[in-house]
Each structure stands twice: as structure tokens, then as C-alpha cells.
């Protein structure tokens, strides 16, 4: 905070000493401003990147000095500059090319490693929520009800359940739903259409002032397109039921407006016995209108709805006896509906001092109804241990921020200052006994939660030579209320909190293509209102402490290297225990482990990337050898082969492996880990028209997607048993497409 102080009244006083500056504008062909992109005076040395309006100003420049401007999948282009263009600035327009890894620039950046996810998302593109998520390094999912409900997640030695350490959003609008019927966090992106994203921000750890709730593990905000180059219909089809159509179209396309729209249809059985019976609907539209420099606004509208059936985490030893194959059901009455409607309004402003202030007001109204059976018999031998959790909501909120460059001789100094707030206004938020999804047993939960989240934030960026500084310090209010809808006197529970978490991290960059990086900072999720108010307990933001230390280093025009060892410890654990309705405190904790990434341009048209980590994760209140925090990953690995313009095919190969790991705190069961290959094949038979095959699970291999260690009574056992419980992973099966654009 003191950095922050006295770089803010040191700006104040300051005035630009360095001479001539010049400003200007990256856009693509289509007239789309181009945000990242990396200006540099190869005379005096110095450099810049444009904002999200595409504009830049790069000091220490005079005319004869030449420009070096470039952009990933953009031809690089050399500008000789001219009095007239100084004076009275420039618009440089950047033609597409093919995506090298030689175009990736190693910014000074806290968050340098988003590149390589920007990479991988332009060569490898997405078809799936699913992969949406796989493209984030180390983060992995899994699936266990029937394609609607929410993945499970894993990252940095964190069954992270379905969203609790890590801070999901779509253009600044949050995932995560706070104290939500089926778990603190729950993240549903199944409301974004792939194709309409453009990159992905990502980190690894509570580093960054503008995160707040959930950023422990690290954050992910994915970026939807402003315009689209094209048109396009896809139609897919495929084994078990496969069946997608997709439909992109531009309705507004003149000079600095665009607007267009998005639909997906889904619908998939699944292999197993009793169909998922999924479908999903989505419709996406979104209008931007932006100036040459000065702003943009964009306005974002969506919804999505589906509904599933679901056989669940099936016990081992129902296979084993032969009462049931890998894929058939204990209890086949699981499913549920949701849907979420989405409002995002945008809007970015560059101020003629250089300040850029930058704000976006959501909306969300969203559904969830999930039925589910973990233990069969065990509490109610008659009818079943079905429950059903169910909520509506509406979400809605700011956020805010405005940024300032100074320079302070050959020091580079970047303010900002940000606030925001979120509302949940909870309905009905149920937890019930019920029987065949229709008939309710018993309410164990019924209420309506309001929870609230006020924050301000500054952070200062301090540049010198090589050398970046980043301080920052953020605050956060919460309130959380209850009304217990079961109880027979009415009482509206209100608690508060605040908690602040500060930051500091160092960079290092020896050059364009490499930098050494130590990242330190606090963070923390809170905990569910229901707890809160319920349990009258403080344990209600935990902290969560972390550091990095590590590189990203590219070699030369084939090479791009990143490594990373990190600690991590947490105040407090909190497990979800679902059919209770409950979170259950089990102590602080720790995880350490090391992250390791390679990319490599094999040639113009052959592309790898690989992505191997390890974590240990412990339980500190717990004896050696019982300590262990269930389900928490220890080796992971993902990656793949690529190819693309190699006439007229393209297609690839990718891969995920997942290591044993404990199901128990004393690893008396294991959760077994697997190695899974996929595959595509893409030829194009005309200009506009292409084909395309994907083979899911290329090996056939017998895999569990999820697995749990769950105490549960089948129907006939006089006793209950504690044993590996799982979802099995899809086997081999063909999905084809034709996609025509125009």
C-alpha cells in the first residue's frame, strides 16, 4: 500500500520528460481493434501495447525512428515514421497470417502465461465446453451427471469440486454461483457457445487485486469475439446419439459497429444403458460500437437451458458381482434442469491524458433443479436416498476500474484503482428427501439467501529497465442473510465480514523472450450463508497464502518453455457433503508442486504443446499417513499434436493423463488414475465447405471419468460399504461434421 502511495503522489507531480511520444491504432482488416498487441521503437528501444480499443502511445520516438508492430496471427509489419505521423498519430491496419510461436512476445506482465493459452486456443480450436476448460494449463474436469450439471475440477492439488478455489467469469460477468443448493462456487459454462470466444486470462494463484472471491487456486476469464469475418452453419452427428447444430451470423457489420448472433442446439443418449437423454439450447447475441480510439461499448445477451437424466457414481462392487456392466445404474431416476439468462453491458473509455477507464453491469437469472443419489439405501432401505436441490436467483452487479501511465525519467509507472459490487438474491434454495424426482419425503433445507460483495481495489506497476514491480492491496465487504423457511419463527439472519488481501510480485524480463517471475499474495472464498448464519461460526474467509517462483523462456522461433514451483497454504478446508447440506471445516492445509509447459513449432503446419504439473497436498491438523485431502491430483498431463495448412487437411491428436490418487485421508482407496487419446481429422472439399471427423477415447480405453470414496447400502447388503464409487468415462465413439461459411 505504501508503494502504492507514493508511486500515485509521485505521478501527480510528474511530467513527461522523455520527449516526442506517438499514438495510434491496431486493427484487423475487418476494422476490430486489436487488444495486446506489441508496438516497439527500434531506435530508442522503447515499447508499448494497446489497450482494448487498439490504441497505444510509445514515448522517445522521432521522426526517422522505425516501428516494429505485431500481433499473434497477424503479419508483422515495419513503419518508418514521419513528422506528420507523429504529429498527428497514426491507424495501422495488420493482415492475418498463420500463428507462429516466433510472434509470441514474453510481455512484462503478471499474467505473461495467458499467451500460450491464446496460442493454443487459435491452433486447436474448441468444439465443447468441455474443452473450453482443458485449454487452461493443468486445470482438469471430469463429468458425473449426465452432461448438465457443472464439471468437477482440478487444479494445483485441488478437487476444487465445481468451482470453490477457482474464480470463473465470461467478459468480466462471474460463473460462479455463492451458496449455491449443490455447493459453494458451482460453475456452470455450459451458457457459452465455443466458437464465439476469442482468447483466454488466466493464472495460477491469489496474485491479482481485481480477483477476489474464489481466486485461490487461480482465476480464468474467457473472451467473447466483438465481430465475426464470417458466416457459418454446422452440422454435427455422431455415435450415441450425437447430434449438434450450430448457426453463426452476422446482422450488423458497418464500419464501427457489428453485431451478431449464436445458436447451439445439443443433444447426446451417452453410452450408457439407461440414456443421459441430454439437450441443450443456447442463443448468444452481441452488439459492439466502438471509435477509432477513444471507446467502446458492447452489449452481451444470452441464454442456454438443458435438461438430463443420469445413472450416476455407480459402486465397484455392483460390477464386479455383475449386477450391473460399467455403464449400467443403481439408481436411474438422477437428471435435472437448468438455465441461466445473461445481460453484460461493457463499456471502455480512453481519456486523452492516457487514463482508460473501464466498467461492465451484468445481470443473471438463473434456475437449477438436480436429482441425485450417492448412497442408495443406506438411510431410507423403502425408498431410496434420493435428494433433490433445487434454487432460482437473480445476479447482478459492477465492476469498475481506471488506469494511468506516468513516466518518471526511465521509469514506467501504471495506477489503477478499482470497485465493484455483487448481489445474490437467493429463492427457495432447497434441500428435500424425495422418491422417483416427484415425490417429496422430506424438506431438510428451504430458505431464501441474500449475500452481497462490496470491493475496491489499487495496485501499482512499476517498470524500470528490465525490471517490474506490481503491489497492490485489495478490500472486500460481505454480507450474508438468511431466512429459514422452515423454522417456525420467523428471523431474518444477517452477518458481516470484511478482509483484506495484499499483493506483491517481482518480474524480471532479460528480453522480449523471457522472464523470471516471484509472485506472492493473499487471497480467499468464502463460505456458504446457510453455514454462516447457521453454524454462527467465523471461520467465514478463510485466507489462502501463496507463492510462485518461476520462468517463461522462448527459444528462438520454435521454442516456448515455462516452469513454476509453488506453494499454497489455506487457514481452513471446507468439504461439501451434498446429501447433508452441510460444509464440513477439516483444518488448514498446504500444497506445494512444480508446473512445467512446452510448446513447439515442429514446422509451419505441425504444432505440439504439452502441460505436465505435480502437487502434494496435506491436511496440517491431521496425523502423518492421515493426512492425505481426497481426490486431490498428483500428476497431470495434457497436450497434443496439431496440424493445420497442410493443403487442404488438418486435424490433430491430444492426450490427458491423470495419476492415482488418494479417494481417502488415509489412501486406503485409491482413485484410479488413466491415459485417454482423442483425435480429429478436418478436409476442405470446397472454399466454404468442410468436413470433419472426431474420435473420442481413440484407444478404447476403460477409464473412470470421476470417482469417489462413498459409503453406501445396495438394496440386498445387510451392511453398508465404503469403496470407490464412479462415473465411467466414455468409450470409443465417431462424431462427424460438415461446416459451411459464407
Known sequence: MRTILITFCLSLLATNVAGQQISGTLVSSENTPLEGAYVLNQNSNTHAHTNENGYFTIRDTRAGDTLKLGALGYQKLVLPLSEEQISEGLTVVLEEAALQLSEVVIQPEINALSVLAEVDLKVQPVSSSQEILQKVPGLFIGQHAGGGKAEQLFLRGFDIDHGTDIALSVDNMPVNMVSHAHGQGYSD?????????????????????????????????????????????QVEYGDFGWNRNLGLFNILDEGQQSAYVATEFLQFDGPFESSQDFSRINLFGKYTLSSDRDSRFSATISYFTSSWDASGQIPQRAVDRG???????????????????????????????????????FWSRYDFELYSNFTFFLEDPENGDQIAQRESRDVFGLNSSWNKDFNLGNTDIELRIGSGFRKDLIQNNELSRTANRREILERLQLGDVKESNLYGYADARVRWQRFTLLSGLRLDHFEFGYVDALSNVYENQREVKTIVSPKLSLLYNPSNNWQLFLKSGIGFHSNDSRVVLRENTDEILPKAYGIDAGTIFRSGSQWVFNAALWYLYLEQEFVYVGDAGIVEPS??????????????????????????????????????????????????LAGGLSASGLRKWSGGIRYRFLSDRPANED?????????????????????????????????????????????SRLREEAQPVEEIHFTPGAPFYLQGRIRYTF
Open 323 to 361: 449386477l450391473i456392466s460399467r455403464f449400467g445404474a443403481i439408481d436411474d431416476t438422477e437428471g435435472g434442469t437448468t438455465s441461466r439468462a445473461n445481460l453484460n453491458l461493457e463499456y471502455v473509455k480512453a481519456a486523452e491524458d492516457g487514463s482508460i477507464f473501464k466498467a461492465n453491469a
Open 667 to 711: 489412501n486406503s482407496i485409491v482413485a484410479e488414475g488413466y491415459l485417454v487419446f482423442d483425435a480429429n481429422l478436418n478436409y476442405e472439399l470446397l472454399p466454404d465447405l468442410t468436413l470433419g471427423i472426431s474420435v473420442q477415447n481413440l484407444f478404447n480405453t476403460d477409464w473412470n471419468e470421476t470417482q469417489f470414496a462413498t459409503t
Open 587 to 636: 483444518g488448514r492445509s498446504e500444497r506445494r508442486g512444480i508446473d512445467l509447459g512446452l510448446r513447439y513449432q515442429i514446422s509451419d503446419w505441425l504444432y505440439f504443446n504439452s502441460d505436465l504439473t505435480y502437487s502434494d497436498a496435506r491436511s496440517l491438523d491431521d496425523e502423518d499417513g492421515n493426512d492425505h485431502i481426497p481426490l486431490a491430483p498428483k500428476i497431470t
Open 189 to 233: 459454462l455450459h451458457f457459452v457457445i465455443p466458437e464465439t470466444l476469442e482468447n483466454i486470462d488466466f493464472d495460477k494463484g491469489p496474485y491479482h487485486a481485481d480477483k477476489g472471491n474464489f481466486a485461490t487456486a487461480g482465476y480464468v476469464d474467457f473472451r467473447t469475439r466483438d465481430r465475426l469475418t464470417k458466416n457459418s452453419l
